[in-house]
């Protein structure tokens, strides 16, 4: 790594919906550099992204995983994203540190629901992108649909630089759109192309095609629109130029054709994530958001005292925690000090490595911009700022989604019993988004996460990693508790059972505060009916209460209470009895201040063929779905709409049956709503039910 500077990174994310060869492409990008002897498969378990357990024995994606090549002076490091809704959280964290991105599209299906949620994210970090139409090896595959798809999801910036030769089991090679040239490729070759000139059949095609790309490109930048107009064309070098410009600004996303599991165009696009994608140096990081809610960048310094976030960490059975990390400014040396502006903690950066999938190559040092790992750190951990002596630099954490869906887990025998805590803690310092609590009235260990396979892979690394057997039980709705009127109660605790005696009063208000704002405390007494040592011990009290709810058993937000007033009794009083008055002033208020039950509502996007748009739809009605709006694509419909999460605890397997297997959706948490008061009565009546089974 020490020959290349910071214009010599390219860190690419490569991104897109499930099951559109994301791993495959960058298996064949490796095998086409060298990087890798040969052309490492995701169903024989030798993809160098793809090496979980359980990414192996599922063929999917679970985690985010790095890959770097050498090419042609450059090294690229590909972020290899999965492409299930679920574990969105790991892309997120991937692109977070990207300078640009692959979208990857199948041939066959075109764009997707989840291809279009990474777009967002993508846009969201302002991070320039091609596009990859892959699978073209595909029976029944058309290019020209797929282009259609993209241009509908994403815009008109969506443009071919490539033609495909061929399609289905033809296909075998592509035509350049800027060089005018054709190169063909051994099937399950090395990736390397032959050029060779346009075929007579593709001459027109091509340059009708090549035209659209100019007049594109020419419309990005006022200068070459002047030349576009006196040349009536651009050459080679100042289309090149131009869409590496237009790209840079987000104004143009080149579509090239792929079939990755064959080796055919890889070096091509290779060769446009060094010449068109951007290094750190020419694409500034998002640090922050302001007051104001505006992004706020910030250009790579080599020069800067050195600065990184962590985005991403994993358990290693030998080598304990990693955290992955981008140099944001400056030059990280093995073995220096860095100050953890999250805890104040000075940690020691050794065992520096560059990450090949599973592997560690051990580094000296890191530029800035570089993406590297660093084992054994102390007490560091996901979105953490890393930074040295001297150095203001803070960078704002990346917005995971929020777990919406939980189960109780039961570990099987005494012995899980044991080790399921320390296994359960390790797997949440490598995923933000996972959530582990016990139950304060069933004494449940509760499992969350964002949906029903999020939760199961949790279940099953449980025991494939840490040999933890456990079941788990139907998903619990994460509901909560708050209130909407303000209210004053007392609670008084006295208890004289022979020798010193409980004695506590104390009189509280609560009101209700704005969404999110969480519980708030405020004590208003004025003079000692209270002494000072005990309002502590009135907080507490009420505090562990909220936390089991008053209504119905959960927890409850968004309320503020104030100590008012209060007795104590000079040899009577103790923490204890304070706690207690606390406790029972709370839960005689709560009542006398219209509490309600609240519900987490989920945005939702469902992908249907038209022909089952009719079923969907009154289905969505009939769980208390509120459509927010219809995108018509070829063929399909993608609806818009949000949803109670307990009407949707099954929604896969439904879907599934409406649609014949063709409908797929995303979901995500928005906000909390009062549940409607018929079925908020069902709930408390069948949570109380429940209670009464466990006492």
């Not at 690419?12 to 099951?19: K, S």
């Not at 040592?533 to 507490?540: C, G, I, L, N, T």
């Not at 009577?572 to 609240?598: Q, R, W, Y």
Request: aromatic content about 6%; hydrophobic content about 40%; some cysteine.
């Amino acid at each position: 790594m020490g020959k290349y500077t910071t214009a010599d990174l390219r860190n690419v994310g490569v991104i897109g919906h499930g099951d559109t060869g994301k791993t495959m492409l960058v298996s064949a990008c490796l095998f086409t550099t060298g990087a890798q002897n040969r052309l490492g498969r995701v169903e024989d378990g030798h993809a160098v992204t793809d090496f979980d357990a359980q990414e192996i024995e599922r063929q999917i994606s679970i985690q985010a995983a790095l890959a770097h090549m050498d090419w042609k002076g450059s090294q690229i490091t590909f972020i290899d994203t999965p492409g299930y809704a679920v574990f969105r959280a790991e892309t997120k964290g991937a692109l977070r540190v990207a300078d640009g991105a692959v979208v990857v599209v199948d041939a066959l299906a075109g764009v997707d629901t989840m291809t279009e949620k990474v777009w967002e994210y993508r846009r969201d970090d302002s991070i320039p992108a091609i596009i990859v139409i892959n699978r073209l090896d595909r029976e029944n595959s058309e290019f020209a649909h797929a282009v259609e798809t993209c241009v509908e999801a994403f815009g008109r910036e969506a443009v071919p630089v490539q033609l495909p030769l061929g399609e289905g089991h033809d296909f075998k090679g592509v035509i350049d759109l800027i060089q005018m040239k054709a190169y063909t490729y051994d099937f399950d070759g090395d990736g390397k192309g032959t050029v060779c000139e346009i075929p007579e059949d593709m001459a027109e095609a091509a340059q009708e095609a090549h035209v659209a790309l100019v007049e594109m490109v020419a419309e990005s930048n006022e200068k070459l629109m002047d030349l576009y107009f006196n040349q009536g064309d651009l050459d080679k070098v100042q289309l090149t130029d131009g869409i590496r410009r237009a790209v840079h600004r987000r104004r143009l996303h080149p579509v090239y054709c792929m079939a990755g599991g064959h080796g055919i165009g890889t070096d091509r696009l290779l060769d446009a994530c060094v010449k068109l994608l951007p290094s750190p140096l020419e694409h500034p990081q998002l640090i922050k958001h302001d007051e104001e809610g505006h992004r706020v960048f910030a250009e790579t310094d080599p020069e800067a005292p050195f600065a990184a976030l962590v985005f991403k960490t994993v358990s290693d059975d030998f080598a304990g925690r990693i955290n992955f990390l981008k140099v944001f400014a400056g030059t990280l040396q093995a073995d220096d000090h860095a100050f953890n502006v999250r805890t104040g903690a000075d940690e020691r950066l050794t065992n520096l490595s560059s990450p090949q999938g599973k592997e560690l190559q051990q580094i000296n040092f890191a530029v800035a911009g570089q993406i590297c790992a660093v084992a054994k750190l102390r007490d560091t951990a996901t979105s953490d700022t890393l930074r040295a002596k001297g150095s203001e630099m803070e960078i704002e954490h990346v917005e995971y989604p929020q777990a919406a869906i939980s189960f109780a887990i039961e570990p099987e025998s005494k012995s899980d019993e044991e080790k399921i805590s320390a296994a359960i803690a390790r797997l949440t310092d490598e995923d933000p988004v996972l959530q582990v609590n016990r139950d304060a009235q069933t004494h449940e260990l509760v499992l969350s996460g964002v949906g029903q396979l999020h939760v199961e892979v949790t279940l099953a690394k449980l025991q494939g990693r840490f040999g933890v057997k456990a079941k788990l039980h139907p998903p619990k709705v994460p509901y909560r508790e708050t209130i909407r009127a303000r209210a004053e109660a007392e609670g008084r605790h006295k208890k004289q059972s022979g020798g010193r005696g409980q004695f506590g009063v104390a009189t509280i208000s609560v009101e209700p505060l704005p969404a999110g704002s969480g519980y708030q405390f405020e004590d208003k007494i004025f003079g000692g009916s209270i002494s000072q040592s005990y309002r502590p011990a009135v907080e507490k009290g009420i505090a562990e209460t909220a936390a089991r709810g008053v209504l119905a058993g959960f927890p409850m937000v968004d309320f503020k209470v104030q100590l008012l007033d209060g007795k104590e009794h000079s040899v009577d009083s103790s923490e204890m009895a304070f706690k207690i008055a606390g406790s029972m002033a709370f839960k005689e208020a709560v009542p006398k201040a219209h509490p309600v039950l609240l519900e987490p509502i989920m945005k939702i996007e469902i992908t249907v063929p038209d022909e089952s748009l009719g079923d969907v739809m009154g289905d969505l009605t009939s769980r208390r779905g509120r459509v927010q709006g219809m995108d018509p694509r070829r063929g399909r419909q993608i609806i818009k709409a949000e949803v109670p999460l307990a009407e949707v605890l099954s929604y896969a397997i439904d879907l599934t049956s409406m649609t014949a297997g063709r409908g797929s959706y995303t979901m995500e948490f928005s906000r909390y709503e009062d549940v409607p008061p018929n079925i908020a009565q069902r709930v408390i009546a069948a949570t109380k039910k429940a209670d009464e089974a466990t006492h």
